[in-house]
């Protein structure tokens, strides 16, 4: 029986404290469905709006999905880990390997509302390649499905004297994928910098990748470089953020 001591914290965070130590403890386990409000309001003696904001917490914390008409369930997606140096080695892609093959392993992925297109470049993107607003680059938008949970919608932008005419202007663009194909064109990435935070989601990015109430995205914009330092792609990336677990390893 889940239960809550005294403390100073509100009534909600102590229920989905109890909660939380009851999925991590096994008493509920992946797909379960836990206590509902009226349950909460019950064992507690707490409003409906307390039993309410404390399924909140968890849903927020992305422990929890809300089933429409059904309940509230102990996720059961696995996070993914996401390798955020290892996936980009030279080593991966020039070995025609996709760099998701290091995050994935053997899970199901699908890419997914693929579109491929020239455009004139917006000015954040212009800044990001060091060119002029509305000179020509080719964008290639995808999502990115894994086990059948939308997890990544990701957008990149490469400049057009680059790629015109490449397998990247293609929906497919071929084992190893851009890198390798940047590789070929004599543009090799040797470096990449990516910047990463948190925020709420708009929402087309929630209709995107199905999240639920209250769940924040990361957002990872990555640059990829030559050796001469030019910028060869920006790839702005939208995660929901209770599908991942960001991974960096590298030596002090």
Known sequence: MIGF????????????DALRTAIQSG?????????????????YEVARMTARQALGVLQNEGLTEARKGAGVFVRAFRPLRRRGIQRL????????????SVDSEDRELVVDQIVVHEEGANDRVALALDIVPGDQVWSRSRRFVLDG???????????????????????????????????ELGHVPVHFREEVRSRMPSADEADLLTLGTGTPVIEIVRTAFTEGGRAVEVNEMILDSASYVLEYDFDA
Do not use: C
């Open 5 to 16: 001591v005294s403390s100073q914290q509100p009534k909600y965070q102590r229920i989905a």
């Open 89 to 100: 080695a030279q080593e991966q892609w020039g070995s025609g390997r996709s760099v998701w």
């Open 149 to 183: 949970k939308p997890v990544l919608f990701a957008t990149s932008h490469l400049p057009s004297d680059i790629v015109a005419g490449s397998p990247i202007t293609q929906t497919d663009t071929g084992p190893g994928g851009t890198y390798a194909r940047l590789a």
């Open 27 to 43: 008493e509920y386990g992946p797909g379960d469905r836990l206590p509902g409000e009226n349950d909460l309001m019950a064992t």
